[in-house]
């Protein structure tokens, strides 16, 4: 890439760049229903980080924050919406990485995740 152009990047096409597809062996095991020797950060990277964000414990949330940053993060939750997250997981990264309330209050108002919702909660 030429100098000066990495302003044109987003924070996740950046975070691409600099990648060992090796994952952690806790992150793997998140993946009890895949092949975790096919598993590759640069071909997964969209999986792996919902995922983690869905059901990752903190060590597996702190990995992920430190293999992209906030900004590749944030960039990743507003592209699907919060979708994967449950509420409070959704309203806890509201609040972490500064999303906007009412962006985040209407997804969750929205008719197909309210249906979703209901069905998974206790």
Do not use: C, N
């Amino acid at each position: 890439m030429k100098p000066g152009t990495d302003k044109l990047r987003s924070p996740l096409t950046a975070a691409r760049e600099e990648e060992p597809s090796s994952l952690p062996t806790s992150v793997k095991k998140l993946f009890w229903d895949t092949k975790v020797r096919t598993l590759r950060w640069d071909r997964h990277r969209e999986t792996i980080i919902g995922r983690v964000l869905a059901v990752g414990t903190w060590v597996d949330v702190t990995w992920l924050r430190k293999r992209i940053g906030d900004p590749a993060l944030r960039e990743w939750i507003v592209r699907h919406e919060g979708r994967g997250l449950t509420p409070q997981q959704l309203r806890y990264w509201q609040l972490l990485l500064d999303l906007p309330r009412r962006q985040v209050d209407q997804w969750l108002r929205s008719e197909s995740r309210q249906v979703w919702d209901r069905r998974a909660a206790p």
